[in-house]
């Protein structure tokens, strides 16, 4: 029987889809007829790279000068240069759409903070508060390529902070106040920034965190830091640590009058951000990423793969340490309203984002799975509680979705009257392109436990161990076979060599995205975890999310870490659960766990071992870190355990004893 669509797009909504205007302009200006559909689109944008990009940089109307020259290709993949000849200014982009009080468009950022804090920025204020920042950036001194750090929660001054740092030329960097002094030096040493600016405190499950102790020890640490400014984030900072050599947010803005910022225009190539990568393995990486490149990637994912324009309000749950945040301040170019969070979603309760879509009329909210199988762990049913008809389009990413999180959507979190009109988007790509590979479209079906599509642009395949393509089913390597725009414009302080080996080692003249993956059917991508993470007992490669997905069916199990554990020439599957408190792992349940993984995978992905675990080692954008738990139980030390949001939690595994 064939599977059945959870969603399909609506008459009208299929009709009206931003998608074809550019698929109009693609026919008209190149004298193509390229038939009404999706997958004609794609396969025109990945033949024709060049032509293509161009074509979104006019119809999103990018402020600046595309160039006459489209695509220079070098003699790698990762020399390639996306019109070569552009001029543009990221934070004229950013603002463009925003000169005015608009009806229609609302504030361009509203934020609502744990604590009940509320603010909202209309155009006007904001291009204000950027003219004034701008104006105090130079002030201090920087120019085009200095480094501008903040460590900051997900509130509206560190969006303006970043827009004016990118209106001057600088680079912009951030971290989330949750990280501790190791974390943020090992990040910031690196890319020796001039200003600094950090928040006082933030709110998260029901707690004040007072971290000026901590942003002491930082600011005393990072010589190359001409400007140390402090947000109050709402506090009042009379009682606590005071700080010396700081400047507060006021006194550093006030001297500067608002108004218009002033846009010099540089070129596509010209350092934007520079985000990190996880650091479980090591150092984190500093991915120096091109203001032209991730703009344009921004804008096609907002406009063509999830149909927002004007007049729209996204709410991603993001800090400022995950790529989302730079992927969601991005809308602004598109006209998209920002509606911002800071806090725990689960406090008061799990109904406080829907609470948010309700009250700021949210058309597009995001979350992780982990949000969604917590709500669906939880028995919550915001279809029954929330009115959400302002809700579009529900974005999911940060792990894989597992198919039976998808059906709970559609089941209790989409109003049961308008199931057409909500899509559930899941999406994967990440912080190294900054963006999406394989994600959503508007105009076809959503199926359970899929994505529906490789990006436009995107020329995503599957591959087996020789590089050759795989079909539908069948597991191997996510690779991107054309460049792209967002590649990295480089590693910071690295000569090349730690880029190539990166992404280009294993297949040359391909992408190497490090994920295990399999096409579909239907036309979509399936994600089983991390390549790293795969295991490989008696040669059959098995992604880790297979076996998660299982674990998800069966009440008692919170969630799980699979690892495979090597001695000698003995290889076994090794599944750490954690567990609803209460539970106890007796040989009943485990009898349950593997019977199931048995019967809906197969005998290879049973583990030889399970284990009870009080807790599973997270990442600080809540990603299950398998690797720490593999490097503890074969004895290693973890290479960096600050890049670990519970680190304390590896002790357990440091006793487990296998041999």
């Excluded at 943020?184 to 965190?209: C, D, H, K, N, T």
């Excluded at 992604?543 to 008692?556: M, N, P, S, V």
Aim: with cysteine.
């Amino acid at each position: 029987m064939a599977e059945q669509p959870l969603w399909v797009p609506a008459p009208d909504r299929l009709k009206t889809a931003r998608l074809w205007s550019l698929l109009e302009l693609v026919n008209q200006r190149y004298d193509v007829e390229l038939p009404r559909t999706y997958g004609a689109l794609h396969r025109w944008s990945v033949q024709y790279p060049g032509e293509f990009w161009a074509a979104v940089w006019d119809l999103c109307e990018i402020p600046g000068e595309r160039g006459d020259r489209l695509l220079h290709s070098g003699r790698r993949f990762q020399d390639t240069r996306f019109l070569p000849d552009a001029r543009l200014n990221v934070a004229e982009a950013l603002l463009a759409h925003w000169p005015t009080t608009d009806a229609l468009a609302g504030p361009a950022i509203s934020f609502t903070g744990e604590d009940g804090e509320q603010a909202h920025l209309s155009g006007p204020q904001l291009r204000g508060l950027v003219a004034q920042l701008q104006a105090a950036l130079l002030a201090d001194g920087v120019r085009p390529g200095d480094r501008v750090a903040a460590v900051v929660s997900n509130r509206p001054e560190a969006y303006a902070v970043m827009i004016a740092a990118a209106s001057i030329g600088a680079v912009f960097t951030s971290v989330s106040p949750d990280f501790g002094v190791d974390g943020i030096l090992e990040r910031f040493a690196q890319v020796e920034p001039v200003v600094l600016v950090a928040v006082a405190r933030y709110f998260y499950g029901g707690r004040e965190f007072d971290v000026r102790s901590r942003l002491a020890a930082v600011g005393e640490a990072l010589p190359s830091v001409r400007r140390r400014v402090l947000v109050p984030a709402g506090a009042d900072l009379s009682g606590g640590p005071q700080l010396t050599g700081w400047t507060g947010w006021a006194d550093w803005v006030a001297p500067h009058r608002d108004g218009e910022p002033v846009f010099e225009r540089f070129g596509f190539d010209q350092p934007w951000y520079v985000l990190y990568s996880s650091g479980t393995t090591g150092r984190p990486k500093c991915i120096v990423h091109r203001a032209g490149g991730v703009l344009l990637k921004h804008v096609a994912e907002h406009s063509f793969q999830h149909d927002l324009g004007r007049g729209d309000r996204l709410c991603f749950f993001t800090t400022a340490g995950w790529m989302m945040w730079d992927w969601q301040a991005s809308a602004l170019a598109s006209g998209i309203g920002l509606v911002l969070y800071d806090g725990s979603p689960f406090q008061p309760s799990g109904e406080r984002l829907f609470d948010l879509v309700d009250a700021e009329a949210v058309t597009a909210l995001g979350v992780s799975p982990r949000f969604l199988e917590s709500c669906q762990q939880a028995g919550l049913r915001p279809r029954d509680t929330h009115d959400l008809g302002s809700l579009r389009t529900l974005l999911v990413t940060g792990s894989p979705l597992s198919a039976d999180t998808a059906r709970y959507v559609y089941r209790a979190v989409v109003p049961e009257a308008r199931p057409e009109a909500a899509q559930l988007a899941a999406i994967s790509g990440g912080t190294d392109l900054c963006g999406v590979i394989v994600g959503a479209e508007p105009t076809s079906p959503v199926y359970a436990g899929q994505m529906q599509c490789a990006d436009l642009g995107i020329d995503a395949d599957v591959v087996n161990d020789d590089g050759e393509s795989l079909p539908a089913g069948e597991q191997g390597e996510l690779v991107v076979r054309e460049p792209f725009p967002s590649m990295p414009l480089r590693f910071y302080g690295d000569d090349g060599s730690l880029y190539h080996s990166t992404y280009f080692e294993r297949f040359p003249g391909m992408w190497q995205h490090g994920d295990f993956a399999e096409r579909t059917a239907e036309g979509g991508f399936v994600i089983s975890g991390r390549s790293d993470a795969t295991l490989n007992p008696g040669g059959v490669r098995i992604g880790t999310a297979e076996i998660y997905r299982q674990l998800f069916e069966i009440d008692e199990v919170v969630e799980g870490a699979a690892i495979e554990y090597r001695s000698g020439s003995d290889s076994r599957v090794v599944l750490f659960v954690q567990l609803r408190p209460g539970t106890t792992l007796d040989d009943e349940l485990a009898g349950r766990i593997r019977q199931r993984i048995r019967t809906n995978l197969s005998p290879r992905h049973v583990p030889s071992v399970l284990i009870q675990a009080p807790d599973l080692p997270r990442t600080r954008s809540g990603k299950l870190s398998e690797l720490a738990v593999r490097d503890v139980v074969h004895g290693r030390r973890v290479a960096n355990t600050a890049a670990l949001v519970n680190p304390e939690c590896l002790e357990f595994f440091a006793g487990v004893k296998l041999q």
